[in-house]
């Protein structure tokens, strides 16, 4: 997992780069490094590990006046995070200069053959093996473009990559298969980027490489072909669709805090996506024999809220799957449908199962965030869900988005199936349209109470996050925001599991956030509160989310008034998102960058 | 971009302390709260500012004369005779251009750093006016009430009935276009008037502010802001010019300014503060969070401990002042004890104005006016409240009320 960029241009490049792989931090961001052709003959490289802004501060990568140059920067997979293995990498007489995202498979036996043909290795990386590899190709037929061709024709894996050469300095070459690439068409200047934050304040139009497809960048042109036949493709020019005013903080501290507040509007968003759209995927869920939900880290327990969804409203049984184990249990076929949920459209393990569930002929459908992204492109129905750019590697609005989605494909099925009055239909469909006003009234009224809960809590190791029926899969989607933003312990538990082993962990130090349903919801509101019951008879803190205000029963708690039974689990995820984020500007954590994570993870 | 200030609050629950000087002129940190505010904006490249000036405002131009040692160039403007708050900004109105926008910033308010960065940054990316919003903990009744559609303010309920809401609130600092004047003036310098119609039109933006932030209200809010001060303290420093005894024990980040006396076998526990000229006796401790003002004299054996002194107080020998602040020129007896909690742990009371105000606060010891003298031997019950020039004789008993 890595970001790219690379600029070719009229004019200095040296800002654009910086500002480019800047904003392409969330893919990764322990090294990175820039390459640029110096005096029209020569490349020079400037890398060191750290964020942008620090090898910056190392390196002066903006004072450069170089016109042709890539950058990266890295998220280590192959190689501890040295200098040495940060991007871009060099061929032993430093003509060709590549940077990469993915992972080559057979680097070892590429680099062992190229070891004994004489080149020398500098760093640990599978990267470093194309730039020899390139090389060794150049010196066998004398020209850049055929040495690459044949070079990736060698190359098992993954790979998204760019690269430069003292012997064609006024272009950059990239390829990709199966990790996404795209090139910025600009004016006086053209791009290639890991997505379009590496340039969507130069330009909006973009061409999407495909798998197995190279392109040639200069300044005033660029090509695409095809990596197996060598011709030229006509690609399409696709627009992106937001600018980049969305993708900046604005008023506020942290992205995650903004897309929090910009929740509303991504339910309104998915609200207001046509129907028609929602009743494609439907077509194909009705009469399939299986349906599975795949998604992996949130977006499983997106899918995991949509298993209870659609058993309680469209009478369907579908089995949420995580995409990481998926294959293990695929027992798609031709009546299958395989429906993946993906923020990037990018995720490896998600990618991977929709490839593994085609091979065995199963009908696939995705609800994706980013337009164009590899998922959106490969399956036979997409849901795009327009969210916006969601740049805190946290997710939050995207997730919130995804599930509303699910909602109404519930909605749509419950209709058909008959499992739904039509009645209740409507009583449904106004509770979504209420629910962006709902959220607004959270984040307005009781972000200083949780904020104070948070600072109040903020020392305490262990949480446990219980709920029933589906506010478990809510409980389980707020314990994982708290861990990864917070880095503190939170496990989301079923509330009826709870005494079947774990609650031998309770005791006054171990604190317990309880989602607990309306009263309306009858035997589910009892249910919930006996396993609050549980917990304080072992002594621990019991903070409760309810929606009806202060209870006894709760050590502490903030209420929250809910329209509607349907819509009521999706109040209580905002204030845990509120939670997770208040605690972690507490502990005074990278609350969009935390240690280890990235965005969009696009390796297995 | 300039700046103004507003300095002119009456502070009228900051008692005894603003009784002789203005808000603006409260300690925290070891400095003057508008320092710290100048410093700021001269961080982030302002330096023509203007500071409104109200009730005792000469001791801010004492303090500060013309900017030129704080790095920026001041005007000040006085309060029309009869005292009024809008001749005052009217008569700042001349200093600033139509058509541009300004730095509007109270000058009460305490942030844990900076906060023009942010401000800056939302007006650069929204190029319209900006509030800064944070949310203080509730209660948040003493506050207008901020609602919020992404970053667009959409109303301000001036005086929240509703109990238990955890809203934004207006920080304290604005990116406002000149024209906001006329509004002033309309509004009669009901500035939470002014900032409603501004919603109304031509709009407000909100810049969430998330650090820490305090609104100085009651005296306590002192200690509260200078502990916040005091936290983002990393390093120690002392002055070439201070004069420090062997086995004196220093720890964390503890500063001492020029021309202090450390004797020996004194104890600082850091983060604290040790002013100009100021004489710590033999075996002194000053424990955390402590800020002695300038020309401040400790005897023989004092224990101090979350306690802002504002400088030139004298404490005698073996005295105890905690979760205090003390004014100028202040003379404390030795033997004096102030009681910093009661014994069943319950919140302290304070006596502000007549009205018995809860602090919330389980330690709080006494708040002393300038020029108090205190004789030996006294103990002061927790909250105590000493207005200025007050005399207690040798051996009184201070109730709190």
């Not at chain 1, 070719?8 to 500002?19: G, N």
Request: proline residues 4%; contains cysteine.
């Amino acid at each position: 997992m890595c970001g790219i960029a690379g600029v070719v241009s009229f004019h200095p490049i040296a800002d654009r780069l910086y500002e480019g792989v800047r904003h392409l931090e969330y893919r990764g961001y322990d090294s990175c490094g820039i390459a640029f052709i110096e005096d029209h003959h020569h490349i020079t490289i400037r890398k060191d590990i750290g964020t942008v802004d620090e090898v910056d501060g190392k390196e002066q990568i903006r004072r450069l006046t170089a016109q042709v140059g890539i950058a990266h920067t890295r998220w280590a997979t192959h190689g501890k995070v040295t200098r040495q293995n940060a991007h871009p990498h060099q061929s032993c007489h430093g003509e060709f200069a590549v940077v990469h995202n993915g992972i080559i498979a057979n680097y070892k036996t590429l680099r062992d053959q190229l070891a004994r043909t004489g080149h020398k290795f500098r760093s640990e990386t599978d990267t470093e093996t194309i730039a020899h590899l390139i090389e060794q190709r150049h010196s066998e037929c004398g020209d850049v473009e055929r040495a690459l061709v044949s070079a990736l024709r060698e190359l098992e894996g993954s790979y998204a990559l760019a690269m430069i050469s003292s012997h064609d300095p006024e272009r950059i070459f990239c390829a990709r298969h199966e990790s996404p690439l795209i090139i910025g068409v600009g004016n006086e200047s053209n791009y290639v980027g890991s997505d379009f934050n590496a340039f969507i304040d130069y330009t909006k139009d973009t061409v999407i490489l495909d798998d197995g497809e190279y392109g040639v960048i200069s300044r005033d042109s660029y090509s695409v072909k095809s990596l197996r036949t060598g011709e030229v493709i006509d690609k399409e020019i696709t627009v992106v669709p937001w600018d980049s005013e969305l993708s900046r903080k604005g008023g506020y501290p942290h992205y995650m805090l903004k897309e929090i507040h910009e929740q509303p509007q991504a339910v309104r968003t998915a609200l207001s996506i046509p129907a028609d759209e929602i009743a494609a995927v439907a077509d194909m869920m009705q009469d399939a024999r299986r349906v599975y939900l795949l998604g992996v880290g949130t977006t499983y327990y997106v899918a995991l809220l949509g298993q209870y969804l659609l058993a309680a409203v469209a009478d369907m049984d579908v089995a949420a799957l995580s995409s990481d184990e998926f294959r293990h249990l695929d027992k798609s076929d031709a009546q299958s449908v395989v429906l993946a949920i993906s923020q990037s459209g990018e995720t490896y393990d998600t990618l991977m199962s929709l490839r593994h569930a085609k091979g065995r002929r199963a009908k696939t459908a995705a609800i994706v965030n980013m337009v164009g992204s590899s998922i959106a492109r490969m399956v036979d129905r997409v849901i795009l869900q327009g969210s916006g750019p969601e740049v805190c590697v946290v997710s939050t609005k995207a997730a919130l988005a995804q599930m509303i989605l699910l909602a109404r494909l519930a909605l749509e099925l419950g209709s058909r199936r008959g499992a739904l009055s039509a009645a209740t239909r409507r009583a449904h469909e106004a509770a979504l349209a209420a629910l962006p006003e709902e959220i607004e009234t959270i984040l307005n009224e009781k972000s200083g109470l949780i904020r104070a809960a948070a600072y109040r809590h903020a020392q305490v190791q262990n949480w446990l996050f219980l709920g029933r029926g589906i506010y478990y899969p809510i409980a389980l989607e707020a314990a994982l925001k708290m861990k990864e933003v917070t880095y503190v312990h939170a496990e989301g538990m079923a509330g009826g599991f709870l005494k079947h082993g774990t609650l031998s962990l309770v005791d006054d130090k171990m604190y317990t956030l309880v989602f607990v349903p309306p009263a309306s919801a009858g035997e589910l509101h009892s249910m919930t509160l006996s396993s609050v019951e549980e917990v304080k008879a072992r002594g621990g803190f019991v903070f409760g989310f309810t929606s009806n205000g202060a209870d006894d029963m709760f050590d502490e708690c903030v209420g929250f008034a809910s329209g509607h039974e349907f819509t009521a689990p999706f109040l209580p995820l905002v204030a845990a998102q509120l939670l997770a984020y208040f605690t972690a500007t507490a502990l005074h954590r990278n609350v969009d960058k935390p240690r280890s994570l990235a965005k969009s993870v696009t390796v297995a | 971009m300039k700046a103004l200030i507003l300095t002119a609050g009456a502070g009228r629950n900051l008692v005894p302390f603003s009784e002789t000087r203005p808000k603006a002129m409260t300690v925290v940190g070891g400095g003057p709260l508008m320092a710290r505010t100048l410093a700021h904006l001269r961080e982030v490249g302002v330096t023509d500012v203007t500071v409104v000036l109200g009730q005792a405002g000469e001791k801010v131009k004492a303090a500060f004369e013309d900017g030129q040692d704080f790095g920026v160039h001041i005007t000040y403007v006085e309060q029309g005779p009869q005292g009024g708050i809008v001749d005052a900004i009217l008569g700042a109105r001349g200093r600033f251009i139509p058509g541009e926008y300004f730095i509007l910033v109270y000058g009460d308010v305490v942030t844990s750093a900076n906060p023009f960065h942010q401000a800056l940054q939302s007006f650069n990316s929204f190029k319209a006016p900006i509030a800064c919003v944070c949310l203080p903990g509730p209660p948040t009744v003493r506050y207008g009430n901020v609602y919020l559609s992404g970053t667009r303010i959409t109303r301000i309920v001036e005086k929240p009935t509703t109990a238990g809401l955890g809203n934004y609130v207006l920080a304290g600092v604005f990116i406002l276009p000149v024209e906001v004047f006329s509004l002033m003036e309309q509004a009669e310098g009901d500035m939470e008037e002014v900032f409603g119609r501004l919603v109304r039109a031509p709009g407000l933006n909100a810049s969430i502010w998330e650090g820490g932030w305090i609104d100085i209200e009651y005296p306590w809010d002192i200690l509260a802001a200078n502990r916040m001060v005091m936290d983002t303290w990393e390093e120690a420093s002392i002055s070439r010019h201070a004069v420090i005894d062997g086995n004196v024990t220093l720890s964390g980040p503890v500063r001492i300014e020029r021309g202090s006396v450390i004797k020996a076998g004194a104890v600082l526990a850091g983060p604290c503060y040790i002013g100009r000229n100021c004489y710590v006796g033999n075996n002194v401790l000053v424990r955390s969070y402590s800020s002695l003002g300038p020309g401040s004299s400790i005897g023989y054996g004092v224990e101090l401990k979350n306690c802002v002194l504002l400088g030139n107080a004298r404490i005698g020998r073996l005295s105890f002042v905690g979760d205090s602040v003390i004014g100028e020129n202040v003379d404390i007896g030795s033997g004096t004890m102030t009681i910093n909690g009661n014994m069943d742990r319950s919140p302290v009371s304070v006596d502000i104005r007549g009205e018995s105000i809860d602090s919330g606060l389980v330690k709080v010891g006494s708040f002393i006016g300038d020029d108090v003298r205190i004789g030996a031997g006294n103990t002061l019950a927790a909250g105590t409240l000493l207005r200025p020039n007050t005399t207690v004789p040798h051996h009184a008993t201070v109730s709190a009320r």
